[in-house]
Structure formats: structure tokens, C-alpha cells
């Protein structure tokens, strides 16, 4: 027998299900978040949920938002369950699963985001937290700088009293608190981008500019951006785990999420409002976020890469398979060893060796089942945050890119769309028709590839990684990617393919 999760149900939850420890009509919110995904509900509603259940600050509960028609999927969904979620940590012999319940409520999503910006007017708001993709930040990935030509910007400029944006609807309700006297919330990134806060900043001001130079002006001057580094894997939900958790826990839950054990979050204190007493529940707070920020990237975020594009044309599922196939975990440990860390500059208290072996493990763990198609998602946005600032450090001090410059020949083979095998592979980006076309040109001429100058940039024009890459992608397409990397496994350090 299950039971559907509610609150009318948390007193009754099934024998080794966590529930909060708090009364949730006792709590008031302090925080609007644009984005509910699984990240978000297995991070930060998480720490929120861990800070109330020890009876602090109960006056920081969620409301959720989105600005995309999908979200109301989303929220439709948390609605018929009180705004509740099970969060199920998962590790090889142990599932744990929790009920969370600090969000409070999810504002309707509207084509013209007027639910939205009235709840961020609303002066018990304090933060704006958004997890939006690294792809939502309007950023050209050849300078890293914001796009004010992008359409969907130039529409906000244009229409500013029905913006279409996360940015436009949080400008439109600073506004609003402006003209009102009610003090600016602080805009909290919590996406996996360099330099999140700076880059939110840079959206919302940079939108503010296109329309009025004192209004940015005020932004930049009263409004917190504070710079944050987040990680926990929490892949997405498929009917099989939803099955899972009914069957294993006789609960019934509509978008339940499952993750690994391990969380992360460090983060500037800087914040125009006040904020949660996070660090009581594990937050580091310091000065030195981009050191932890950049190791996270490379070496987490950028292990993912080189794993994804080998397993998917390994045909490979999952990211625990991967790791379990030598070739494949040998080219991330090598590529990490003599290529990515040597460019990570010092991070306080960390040994780099140390979590590259933790990061190791994490992507082992058999229950998480991370699939390699998520890992490949969004390439041509990942590519030039998680992978490219290491070739370009590396081109900058004139050392060896054989490694990286593999990676993105297998990038580009993957694009091509089919593995070894002559399976059917699905590319899932934004820029998808435009990538294979390249890819497919690239197998006669690999140039043609790195003429992508929004991904490559000045990358491209480095002879260094044009040779290493063209010498990478002819391998693969000559000898296959099992021969491809075995070579590179045996190869010394620096040395060409």
C-alpha cells in the first residue's frame, strides 16, 4: 500500500521516511527561486530544509517560479502535494529518503511573468535565487560577456512591462521596489558559470542599460550579486525511480529526487537584505569562491565532459559505466592529472589529487545512474565554460593540449551523430543543426569544426590546438575510439597522439 505525499500525510509517512521537523504554517518566505528543478529541490531547498528543521530562521521559506511555459509542469505537479518534495539520497547498499518542505508556494507561470514579478516586489523577499542552465545567462561564449543583441534581451528592452526573461522580470520588479522605497533584494546565481554573480550582474544591469543608464547605475550600486560555487549530482527523474520509491517506501510522489549523498555550496557573504544563517547547516562562506569555483568546473564539470563524449560513442549508458571501462576512466584520470589540475590554481584547505579522487568515486556510484545522455546535453554551453579555459591556459604557457584537444575531437565525432557501432545517437543542444553540419564537414576537413568561432574563439586560431585536434579527430575516424584512446593512455606526458 502507498500513500500520496501531502501534508495532511506527514504524520503518518511510511517507517523511514524522514519528514520536517518544523510546522510549515509557521513559516513566512524570504525567497523567491526561478528554476525548480531537481538541482535546486536536492540543494538549496535542502540546506533550507536541514536550517528549519534545527528552528532557525523560519522566516526564509521558497516560493518557486519559472519563466518558461514547461515550468507550469512543474508546479502543477508540487501543487496536488502541498509543495513538497522527497529527496532520496542514494549510495551502493543505502537509499535514504526525506520529505523537504521549504517551499511555501510557486507563483503562477505567466507568458507575461506577472505572478513572478509581483512576488519579488513583495518586501518580504530578501534573495532571488535562480538555477536557469548555464545556457540562460545570455552570455557570447567566445568573449564570456553578456549579449544585449540576444532577441530575447532586446525584447525585454523593448517590453519591459512583459518581459519574457528571468532578467527582465527581476528588473521589472527592482523597479517596482524602487519606486515603491522598499530596499533591492540580492540576485543569488546558483548555475554552475564562472563567476556567477558577476555574470547575473552583468544580465541584469546590462539589461537595465539598454533602457535607462541611472537605473543600471542604481543596480550595480545597491543590488548584492554575491559569487557562489554549488555541486551535488541529481540526475533527472525517469517513471522507473518514481516506481522505486512507492515500491521501496510505499510513498507516492509525483516528482521525487534522487541524488548522491555528497553536497557542496560555497559562497560570498554579500547580501543587500540579510540572509539564512546557512553556515549553521554546512555553507562555506568565503573570500576566495572562484578558487573553489574553478577546481569544481575543471575537474568535476569538465570530468563529465571527457567521460560523456567516449561512453556515448562507447555506447555506454550510464556514468557509473563509464567508469567501470578502463579506456574510458583512464582518459579522465590522465587528462586530469597532466593537463587540467597543473592549470587549477591553489584552492584553501583542498588537495587537488585528493578530490579528483573523490570526484572519481562520486561518478562511480552505481544507484545514482547518471546517464551519459544528460552529461552530453547542452555541449556547445558546457564546452566553453568546463573544458576550453583549460586549453586556453594551457596554450597561454605554451604546454602540450594533446589530451584536451582530445576531448574535443571527441566532442566533434559525437556530433557527427552515431557511435562506433553505427548507433543512432540524438544530439540535444540548442545549436544542434548548426554543430552537426560542422561536425560532419569536420570529418574531411576538422577545420571546419573550429571555425565556430562563438564556441573556439581564439582557441581556434592557436596552432598548437589546430594540430592536436586535427590529429585527434582523423584517429578517431581512422582507427575508432577504443585504438584512439588506448594510444593516448600510453602516452607520456606532453607528448602528440
Not at 26 to 53: C, K, M, T
Not at 67 to 87: E, N, P, S, Y
Not at 209 to 234: G, Y
Not at 425 to 453: G, H, K, S
Request: hydrophobic share 50%.
Amino acid at each position: 500500500m502507498t500513500m500520496k505525499l501531502s501534508l495532511a500525510a506527514l504524520p503518518a509517512l511510511p517507517a523511514g521516511v524522514a519528514r520536517p521537523r518544523y510546522r510549515r504554517d509557521q513559516l513566512s518566505p524570504g525567497v523567491v527561486h526561478i528554476g525548480v528543478g531537481n538541482f535546486h529541490r536536492a540543494h538549496q531547498a535542502v540546506y533550507l530544509d536541514d536550517l528549519f528543521n534545527v528552528g532557525r530562521d523560519h522566516d526564509w521559506a521558497l516560493i518557486g517560479a519559472g519563466v518558461r511555459a514547461g515550468d507550469a509542469a512543474m508546479r502543477a505537479t508540487l501543487r496536488a502535494q502541498d509543495w513538497l518534495t522527497t529527496v532520496v539520497e542514494m549510495e551502493p547498499g543505502a537509499r535514504r529518503p526525506r520529505v523537504t518542505g521549504a517551499m511555501i508556494d510557486f507563483a503562477e507561470v505567466a507568458a507575461d511573468n506577472a505572478p513572478l514579478i509581483a512576488a519579488m516586489a513583495d518586501p518580504r523577499i530578501r534573495i532571488v535565487s535562480l538555477t536557469v542552465t548555464e545556457g540562460g545567462y545570455y552570455i557570447n561564449a567566445a568573449t564570456g560577456a553578456f549579449d544585449p543583441a540576444h532577441p530575447e534581451i532586446a525584447a525585454d528592452a523593448a517590453s519591459p512591462g512583459a518581459p519574457v526573461t528571468a532578467f527582465g522580470a527581476i528588473l521589472a520588479a527592482l523597479e517596482r521596489r524602487r519606486a515603491a522605497g522598499v530596499r533591492p533584494f540580492t540576485v543569488m546565481s546558483c548555475d554552475n558559470i564562472p563567476g556567477n554573480g558577476h555574470v547575473t550582474q552583468n544580465a541584469v544591469a546590462g539589461l537595465a542599460a539598454l533602457r535607462d543608464a541611472a537605473l543600471a547605475d542604481w543596480i550595480n550600486a545597491e543590488v548584492a550579486f554575491p559569487n557562489s560555487m554549488v555541486d551535488r549530482i541529481t540526475p533527472a527523474t525517469t517513471d522507473a525511480r518514481r516506481a522505486s520509491l512507492a515500491t521501496d517506501h510505499g510513498l507516492e510522489d509525483g516528482w521525487p529526487v534522487f541524488c548522491e549523498p555528497f553536497r557542496q555550496w560555497v559562497m560570498e557573504d554579500r547580501f543587500c537584505l540579510g540572509r539564512p544563517a546557512f553556515e549553521t547547516v554546512g555553507v562555506t562562506f568565503s573570500d576566495q569562491v572562484a578558487a573553489f569555483e574553478l577546481m569544481k568546473l575543471r575537474i568535476l564539470n569538465g570530468g563529465h565532459a571527457a567521460i560523456a563524449y567516449p561512453a556515448a560513442l562507447l555506447d555506454l549508458a550510464y556514468a557509473h559505466d563509464a567508469m567501470a571501462h578502463p579506456l574510458v576512466s583512464g582518459f579522465m584520470g590522465k587528462l586530469a592529472r597532466e593537463e587540467v589540475i597543473p592549470v587549477v590554481p591553489p584552492v584553501p584547505g583542498v588537495d587537488l589529487g585528493a578530490y579528483l579522487a573523490l570526484i572519481e568515486r562520486r561518478f562511480a556510484n552505481t544507484e545514482i545512474a547518471d546517464t551519459i545522455a544528460r552529461l552530453c546535453f547542452d555541449g556547445s554551453n558546457r564546452q566553453p565554460k568546463f573544458v576550453l579555459p583549460s586549453t586556453r591556459d594551457r596554450l597561454a604557457k605554451g604546454w602540450p593540449v594533446t589530451g584536451l584537444a582530445l576531448e574535443s575531437a571527441l566532442w566533434c565525432r559525437y556530433l557527427h551523430g552515431e557511435s562506433d557501432s553505427g548507433a543512432a545517437i540524438a544530439i540535444e543542444d540548442v545549436n544542434a543543426a548548426r554543430l552537426q553540419e560542422a561536425a560532419r564537414a569536420a570529418r574531411a576537413d576538422p577545420l571546419a569544426f573550429l571555425a565556430l568561432d562563438d564556441i573556439f574563439g581564439d582557441v581556434a586560431q592557436a596552432p598548437a590546438f589546430r594540430d592536436a585536434f586535427s590529429a585527434a579527430l582523423a584517429g578517431l575516424w581512422r582507427d575508432g575510439v577504443a585504438a584512439t584512446l588506448s594510444r593516448y593512455l600510453a602516452l607520456p606526458p606532453g607528448a602528440a597522439l
